[in-house]
């Protein structure tokens, strides 16, 4: 009995150290958390773009999909004949110089969608400060361009996310607008997408068409109505979405801050 | 105990009410594995042993119901014994589940008062349904003698009934608590302030009905796994034939469970899948293409093992049934069919690679293993090799009988059809799959799923109608199998066990740096999610401390049941007439 025993512990031991040995055996990857960052005016080029690779290769997950070319464009080597990113961001989009663009991408990744890929990238500005975004900026720069990034640039945002965050109690995804080189529509943009809007409402591109489009909306509501209609939704349910009706969180008036909720209404009032 | 849980909620409840940030920034220490690893051996010894309550009735009130039904009082005898087993290992779960609230409580003192402030109602509907549980379960096993005939007998079956919905409910409860910190809904964000979060939308959110079916499924394998190797071992320790061979019986029947359930668990996991891309894409590719892409490639060695192992237990079985043999011969291209399809499930492909590994390469996937890495090999692979165990247990079926029906050459042929066409429509949408954007590609592991299941389906009818009236070849000789065969079963056990463990550090660990995925950031000095190497030392740890538990638990129950059958064989002392304490 013994014996059986002991041949039946070996068993399980084997088969357990098997186990153990199999999953130490290939390559560790931890998911790190982003390290905090704290530049000066002072700061270089080099220290950015230092930072900026350890976090796009590290805990920045950036590698997860940028490289593949199956999730998201490479960054780091030549996409579709217009060389790494730092030689092509500027020809992005017009009016918008690289550092501009690079700091919207990763801001607001779903207004700056690179055909044929699809909206997976997550808002970076929940996950990282504003000195790792322009870190990141920084190094993406580097790839064949020239960093144009400056410690002015960091104290900007900084000094901008900070009146944000004063006046809305804090940080997160809600309050994601607050920050960046963003024009007011982007920051309404930002907002409404922090706040999942367009997981029902459709605006261009972007969203779903399960409650009323945003499209237009301006020349059939006006903003009294459409703070209402967000501060209390079903108050008054649109003909043709009454199947929907009750869909709508009833909330936003306590998630929004005055200001957040007078920036979606006044933009969503300009949609003519 | 539970109690006493319920009291330690409601003293963090009093807690002044914190946004999620500030929340988090609570911390306790452990000390020498720190606090990360106490709370996920509490978590995950808790969940090991809960898993076994809740899977072992299930199949025991199915057990009973036959043994009802077909008048055999062995099935009858084996649900007993399962419950007996259930009984023990209960007060082990809420021991579990108590050093688990206190792990929380005192090194998670903010995620703890954050979640209670948002589930405080379920909290204490958990507790009231596990007072019922409980006074079921001693019901349930305490009156199987007194409620044995007639409509009593269907009495104690509904208790058993009953005693499976509470603990799925029980569950479902549970799970809502977990998967709020994966899912939370999309209007909760750091701002808010866990009152003001609505309980359904936090209770029923996007991952709560995908994991409580994949742990349902998962819990059936799991409990099967676990009565296999305890039906194992007794048969192995067995000093009398007759012992032998009811071990041996019941090892089969855990071991039939185990994998019945495991052919339908990829498909649970296939919509958990799909609903956490739904819920946030970044999350779904972190978890299959990011930092976790090698947990994969270890799943699919675990899975590898399970299937070899299962199919291999079956095969050896064979040998204890007269007219087998005639099966025999097509083992080894079953068993070929599955080694490439463990060697195509384990080729990696969407990893993170270093520059030098990618140059290596000579470029992002490998030039041969590259196209065989991708879904639609995949999704091919795992689908040949369901069938090809589906076919195992057919013939293992179908070894000792002698179909009598004037269409049965006929009926044969067909079921051979179907198991052909099956495997074309899988092949041919594994091909097709390479030639299609991704998107499409994706709909097209429903259509080999589809074929495999309604094959399944449509092969068991035939099958049953088929052999109604059939002669046999001769009884299975239970009991007459080789030693090997039940290490198997411990193997099989061990491999679930370890399997459970990874997958759930794989669902908790997908939260990153999160203790409520991008509302509560986790600011401890345990907030990265360890490499893949730390887990498996901790899954193995949890694995280990649980099987000795379990072993112990058998013993004690072992203590009680043996002099008393001992003495009542031999017709000695005093209570020489008794039936054994909780036995056979």
């Known amino acids: 009995m013994l014996l059986q025993n002991l041949k039946i512990v070996l068993v399980v031991l084997g088969t357990l150290g098997l186990y153990t040995w199999v999953a130490n055996a290939i390559p560790q990857v931890e998911s790190e958390v982003p390290a905090q960052l704290s530049f000066g005016a002072d700061v270089t080029p080099e220290e950015l773009v230092s930072a900026g690779g350890q976090l796009f290769a590290g805990a920045g997950a950036c590698v997860t999909c940028h490289g593949l070319e199956d999730r998201a464009p490479a960054l780091l080597s030549d996409y579709g004949g217009a060389g790494p990113i730092g030689q092509r961001c500027a020809d992005r989009v017009e009016g918008m110089d690289c550092k501009e663009y690079l700091y919207a991408s990763l801001a607001d990744p779903y207004s700056y969608l690179v055909e044929p890929f699809g909206p997976i990238m997550p808002d970076q500005r929940i996950n990282l400060s504003e000195d790792q975004l322009w870190s990141l900026v920084a190094y993406l720069q580097d790839q064949g361009g020239e960093v144009t990034v400056t410690g002015a640039d960091l104290q900007s945002t900084q000094a901008s996310s900070a009146g944000g965050a004063a006046s809305q109690g804090g940080g997160g995804a809600a309050t994601a607008a607050a920050s960046g080189p963003s024009s007011d529509a982007t920051e309404a943009t930002a907002v409404m997408q922090a706040n999942l809007c367009f997981g029902c409402h459709k605006l261009g591109d972007q969203g779903v068409v399960l409650g009323p489009p945003f499209d237009g909306i301006g020349s059939r509501r006006d903003a009294a109505y459409l703070r209402n209609s967000i501060l209390n939704p079903n108050a008054e349910v649109p003909e043709g979405y009454q199947e929907v009706a009750g869909l709508m969180p009833p909330n936003f008036g306590q998630m929004l801050t005055a200001g957040q909720l007078e920036t979606i209404v006044q933009f969503l009032a300009s949609q003519r | 105990m539970r109690s006493l849980i319920g009291a330690l909620a409601a003293l963090v409840l009093l807690a002044e009410p914190a946004l999620a940030q500030e929340a988090a920034r609570r911390y306790g220490d452990f000390p020498v594995i720190g606090s990360r690893a106490a709370v996920w051996v509490a978590a995950q010894l808790h969940l090991f042993f809960a898993a076994f309550v809740l899977g072992v009735p299930m199949f025991a009130v199915v057990a009973e119901v036959i043994g009802i039904k077909s008048g055999e009082e062995r099935f009858d005898k084996l649900a007993k014994e399962f419950t007996r087993l259930l009984l023990v290992s209960y007060s082990a779960t809420a021991v579990w589940g108590a050093v688990l609230v206190f792990a929380l409580v005192t090194l998670y003192p903010g995620v703890w008062t954050y979640l209670a402030e948002i589930f405080d109602v379920s909290m204490w509907v958990y507790v009231g349904i596990f007072f019922f549980e409980s006074a079921t379960l001693y019901l349930y096993y305490y009156g199987w003698d007194l409620w044995k005939e007639g409509r009593a007998k269907w009495f104690h079956w509904g208790l058993g009934i009953l005693l499976n919905l509470w603990g799925t409910t029980v569950m479902f409860i549970a799970n809502s608590w977990l998967t709020y910190m994966m899912s939370p809904p999309a209007e909760v964000t750091p701002d808010t302030a866990p009152g003001m979060v609505q309980f359904w939308s936090a209770f029923a959110n996007a991952t709560w009905m995908p994991i409580n079916i994949h742990r349902l499924i998962a819990n059936v394998v799991f409990g099967g796994a676990i009565v296999g190797a305890y039906a194992a071992y007794r048969f192995l320790m067995a000093e009398t034939d007759e012992e032998r061979a009811h071990y041996d019986w019941m090892g089969y029947i855990g071991n039939f469970v185990a994998i019945s359930a495991l052919i339908v668990l990829p498909f649970a996991g296939y919509w958990l899948g799909r609903e956490i891309y739904e819920f946030n894409q970044q999350m779904g590719i972190t978890m299959m293409g990011g930092f976790m892409s090698w947990l994969w490639i270890v799943q699919a060695f675990l899975i590898g093992v399970l299937f070899l192992t299962g199919n291999y237990y079956l095969w050896v079985g064979m040998g204890r049934i007269p007219g087998a043999e005639r099966f025999q011969p097509y083992t080894k291209y079953m068993l070929v069919v599955l080694v490439l399809g463990v060697i195509v499930w384990a080729t990696p492909h969407s990893m993170i690679a270093s520059r030098d590994e990618i140059s290596a390469m000579g470029g992002q996937f490998h030039p041969f293993l590259g196209v065989l890495g991708v879904m639609s090999a995949k999704n091919t692979a795992v689908n040949l090799m369901i069938l090809t165990t589906f076919l195992s247990f057919l013939l293992y079926r179908r070894a000792n009988k002698e179909p009598v029906v004037g269409w049965a050459g006929r009926g044969t042929m067909v079921q051979g059809a179907?198991?052909?066409?099956?495997?074309?429509?899988?092949?041919?949408?594994?091909?097709?799959?390479?030639?299609?954007?991704?998107?499409?590609?994706?709909?097209?592991?429903?259509?080999?799923?589809?074929?495999?299941?309604?094959?399944?389906?449509?092969?068991?009818?035939?099958?049953?109608?088929?052999?109604?009236?059939?002669?046999?070849?001769?009884?299975?000789?239970?009991?007459?199998?080789?030693?090997?065969?039940?290490?198997?079963?411990?193997?099989?056990?061990?491999?679930?066990?370890?399997?459970?463990?990874?997958?759930?550090?794989?669902?908790?660990?997908?939260?990153?740096?999160?203790?409520?995925?991008?509302?509560?950031?986790?600011?401890?000095?345990?907030?990265?999610?360890?490499?893949?190497?730390?887990?498996?030392?901790?899954?193995?740890?949890?694995?280990?401390?649980?099987?000795?538990?379990?072993?112990?638990?058998?013993?004690?129950?072992?203590?009680?049941?043996?002099?008393?059958?001992?003495?009542?064989?031999?017709?000695?002392?005093?209570?020489?007439?008794?039936?054994?304490?909780?036995?056979?």
């Open chain 2, 418 to 584: 179907l198991f052909g066409i099956a495997a074309l429509v899988v092949l041919f949408y594994g091909v097709y799959g390479y030639f299609v954007p991704a998107i499409v590609r994706i709909g097209f592991s429903v259509y080999q799923v589809l074929a495999v299941l309604s094959t399944i389906v449509a092969v068991v009818v035939l099958d049953v109608l088929m052999l109604r009236g059939a002669t046999s070849r001769g009884e299975i000789r239970w009991g007459q199998m080789p030693p090997r065969s039940q290490y198997a079963l411990f193997i099989l056990a061990v491999t679930f066990t370890w399997l459970m463990g990874l997958m759930g550090f794989a669902r908790s660990g997908i939260r990153q740096h999160w203790h409520v995925f991008e509302v509560m950031r986790d600011t401890s000095v345990d907030a990265a999610t360890p490499a893949l190497g730390y887990a498996s030392v901790v899954i193995s740890v949890c694995v280990l401390i649980f099987l000795g538990m379990v072993a112990f638990i058998f013993w004690v129950g072992g203590l009680a049941e043996k002099p008393i059958i001992t003495k009542a064989a031999r017709g000695e002392g005093p209570h020489a007439a008794l039936q054994p304490a909780g036995g056979d």
